[in-house]
């Protein structure tokens, strides 16, 4: 089943390596809870600073049977490092989800 996935761009161009990478780690998360009824993926620049560079920040919302699951990731320059950083702590959150579930059956 292909997952339900919203991207939104807020102050950064819509790039086509940046979309497909944003595709590539939401399928993966599948992998850890086949029922995701929803991945919601904010990619934005969060303002301008002199000595930082551009502060990227990504947000990644999980919507679950049970529960939802929000994870973000930030980084002064580059927004692939914000986005390796918040698809791996939704992964994180997501197998401490699936776990809590398996455990509670």
Request: net charge positive; aromatic share 4%.
């Amino acid at each position: 089943m292909e997952l339900p996935l919203q991207i939104t761009w807020r102050g950064v161009a819509r790039s086509e390596g940046l979309d497909a990478a944003i595709r590539e780690k939401a399928a993966k998360l599948q992998q850890f809870h086949e029922r995701i009824l929803r991945c919601k993926v904010v990619v934005e620049l969060t303002g301008r600073h002199k000595n930082q560079g551009n502060p990227y920040a990504v947000r990644v919302e999980l919507k679950l049977p049970g529960g939802e699951i929000t994870a973000s990731g930030e980084h002064g320059e580059d927004v692939r490092v914000a986005l390796r950083d918040a698809f791996e702590a939704a992964r994180r959150r997501l197998q401490d989800f699936a776990r809590e579930q398996r455990d509670a059956a």
